[in-house]
């Protein structure tokens, strides 16, 4: 574990009548969670020379529920960072499997097929990688010179006293003080930090729930690893998803909006195992497979619910942000994109020595305008008819020219994998 000696200085703590050596760190800047957007954070401020603290309650590898689809928009930003780790760590490694396909399950009958030629080069449409691979390998890149990577260091609190934060937290059963002149909440969807901001507000009609249980030997994958997706038939706003992943394993997984669940007084995991075990369009792929775990819940915060992502000495990344798109349900790649903006609002607030509010102004315009056409959708189709998103996309899916249309979508889709990311930090 690397602490940089020149950060840390030592108070006097007294506990239970015993005088006790509490360390206190010293920082610009700690960033709270090493996930996805944390680590990228880090990563890009390592990218400018920044030096800081990342702290994470998790020792890594650990495990992170999600259905492991991992967008372009991840391979965009791991681009920005290095060509390098995308064709020559990523492309070819087994712990990523190569996605060349979609397929949309409507019924037993009705299944539908999408695939893209595979070409030399190109990359694939979707990569699925178990995240207690995908994420220690992210933070495997964390630069030692620029970042004070402190795992198994849980946040219990944060208050602000003189414009600076003091962030207590408990490692190896210690407790440990860290002074910052900012903070960056990436502590995901639980996260300690919103709730001492007083943030951590939850509207069901922005929030999904969803779950995960990891399987071995499910039939009927081919060798386009296509991401499958099942639009059971009366559950609006809902999918059951089959992602396949490497040694015959997938990710197989569903989720409801939060609102739909109440509503409708649905219990997620009661319907997750009616669907694979009775459902006649899925249920025959398990007949002669095993499942890896009980299935595992956990909460997905949707970008149409705008956070408070920035204030007087902190920002939010990733699912802290509630950055989560609603329709498709992906957070990993608009978490990582926060983080990259994230590092170049951090970057003009240390060479401007100033970590007040209006030193972040327009950081929100940044991360939500790339997800503005995304909540558009969703909440239009909350408006008109929730009913009516999985009946067009399988109305869509059923026309002639779907196949040809999601040619054209993906390769266009595959084309921005390069593009960097800009950010516009003036008004
Ligand atoms: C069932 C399900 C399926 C999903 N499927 C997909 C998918 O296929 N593709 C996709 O793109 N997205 C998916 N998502 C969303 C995705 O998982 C999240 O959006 C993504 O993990 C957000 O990354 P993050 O870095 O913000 O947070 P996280 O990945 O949650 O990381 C937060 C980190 O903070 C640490 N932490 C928490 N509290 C503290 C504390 N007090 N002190 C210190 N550290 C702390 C945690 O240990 C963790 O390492 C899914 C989500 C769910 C629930």
């Given at each position: 574990m690397n602490i940089h000696l020149p950060h840390l200085i030592f108070n006097a703590h007294i506990s239970c009548n015993t005088r006790m050596l509490q360390p206190t760190i010293q920082t610009k800047v700690c960033i709270i969670g090493a996930g996805p957007a944390g680590a990228t954070t880090s990563l890009f401020l390592s990218k400018k020379n920044i030096r800081h603290i990342i702290v994470d309650a998790a020792s890594f590898p650990r495990d992170k529920v999600c259905g492991d689809a991992i967008d372009l928009k991840v391979m965009r930003v791991l681009n920005q960072l290095d060509p390098n780790i995308v064709q020559n760590e990523i492309i070819q490694n087994n712990h990523f499997t190569n996605s060349w396909g979609a397929s949309v399950i409507i019924s037993k009958k009705k299944q539908l097929h999408f695939d893209i030629d595979k070409q030399d080069g190109s990359l694939p449409f979707f990569l699925v990688s178990k995240r207690a691979y995908f994420d220690n390998f992210l933070v495997s890149k964390l630069d030692p010179v620029y970042a004070d990577f402190m795992q198994g260091t849980a946040v219990k609190s944060i208050r602000r006293e003189n414009n600076k934060w003091i962030i207590t937290a408990i490692r190896n059963n210690e407790p440990l003080t860290i002074k910052a002149d900012m903070i960056v909440g990436?502590?995901?969807?639980?996260?300690t930090v919103l709730r001492c901001l007083g943030e951590r507000k939850i509207d069901r009609a922005h929030y999904a729930g969803a779950l995960r249980q990891y399987w071995k030997g499910i039939s009927g994958f081919n060798e386009q690893n296509r991401m499958e997706v099942y639009l059971p038939k009366s559950l609006p706003l809902a999918y059951l998803w089959i992602f396949p992943l490497a040694n015959d394993e997938a990710n197989v997984g569903c989720g409801l909006v939060s609102d739909l669940i109440k509503k409708n007084s649905i219990d997620l995991k009661k319907l997750f195992h009616q669907l694979i075990t009775e459902d006649p369009a899925i249920a025959h792929r398990f007949a002669g497979a095993t499942p890896l775990e009980k299935p595992i819940g956990w909460g997905l915060p949707f970008a149409s619910q705008q956070r408070n992502v920035y204030g007087d000495g902190y920002l939010l990344v990733g699912d802290a942000a509630s950055l989560v798109c609603p329709t498709t349900g992906e957070g990993i790649g608009p978490g990582m994109i926060s983080g990259l903006i994230a590092a170049e609002f951090i970057a003009r607030a240390i060479e401007h020595d100033r970590f007040d509010k209006s030193i972040f102004t327009n950081y929100d315009r940044e991360i939500y305008k790339r997800l503005r056409s995304d909540v558009r959708k969703y909440k239009l189709v909350k408006k008109l008819s929730p009913m009516l998103y999985n009946s067009v996309i399988k109305i869509w899916a059923s026309t002639g020219v779907s196949g040809y249309l999601f040619k054209l979508g993906a390769k266009k889709w595959m084309r921005t994998a390069s593009k960097p990311i800009e950010v516009d930090m003036d008004d």
């Open positions: 990436a502590d995901g969807d639980h996260s």
